[in-house]
């Protein structure tokens, strides 16, 4: 089952499941920070929460998401769009009272082609982390994250019986924890200048789950 023709909005999960072959010189908490494509060279930031890096490195947390959009956006969302998972780590230390910033151990990119071509329309699959530096030692595994994406198309039914929420022009917007978005939650645009009018719109909504 490849994308649909008329497709003009979609759900989509991320599951970031756990992770191994992690080796670290000092104590800490790991947690993957995922990019999604939104199109224009635009992009949507998402944290899991932070483990242990001592302890057995499963988070089986959810992200779940729902676009909408012009047809053509939808299209070329998911025909050249992608989700890129970095794995960090932050030191568990404060200095000078603050906890410090995130440290990348590894990259991974997943175009959602690859998921809108499978017959279930959905993957999982251990996502190597390759990385800054992109060397990869023979004799050492590099750090691995097990996660799973799956897309959602609604049935005719579904997209009749149920509007999509009209976030004109391009709109992103995050709910942690189960919590409703406010009017006064902002645009979720990020490592770009602002300027939502200039897009498609793309409806975000981010639940995390499995604790």
């Avoid at 199109?39 to 302890?55: A, M, Y």
């Avoid at 996660?147 to 009749?160: G, I, Q, S």
Wanted: glycine share 6%.
């Amino acid at each position: 089952m490849g994308a649909p023709e008329n497709l003009s909005s979609f759900g989509c999960e991320l599951r970031i499941i756990r992770a191994k072959n992690i080796e670290l010189k000092s104590p800490g908490h790991l947690f993957v920070r995922c990019y999604l494509s939104a199109g224009n060279n635009n992009r949507v930031r998402l944290d899991s929460q932070e483990i242990s890096s001592k302890s057995d490195l499963f988070w089986n947390e959810t992200l779940s998401l729902e676009c909408s959009g012009t047809q053509d956006s939808m299209e070329m969302l998911l025909m050249q769009g992608s989700v890129v998972f970095e794995l960090r780590w932050r030191s568990s230390l404060p200095v000078l009272g603050k906890i410090g910033g995130s440290h990348l151990l590894g990259r991974a990119e997943i175009p959602w082609k690859t998921v809108s071509e499978t017959p279930e329309m959905e993957i999982e699959k251990w996502a190597v982390m390759v990385p800054k530096s992109r060397r990869v030692y023979e004799d050492i595994k590099p750090p691995a994250v097990q996660v799973a994406m799956k897309l959602k198309v609604p049935t005719v039914k579904e997209a009749t019986s149920v509007p999509v929420p009209v976030l004109m022009p391009m709109t992103m917007r995050k709910r942690r924890n189960n919590q409703r978005v406010t009017n006064s939650d902002e645009c979720g645009c990020v490592d770009v200048g602002c300027n939502c009018a200039d897009y498609d719109m793309f409806a975000l909504v981010a639940a995390l789950d499995g604790f």
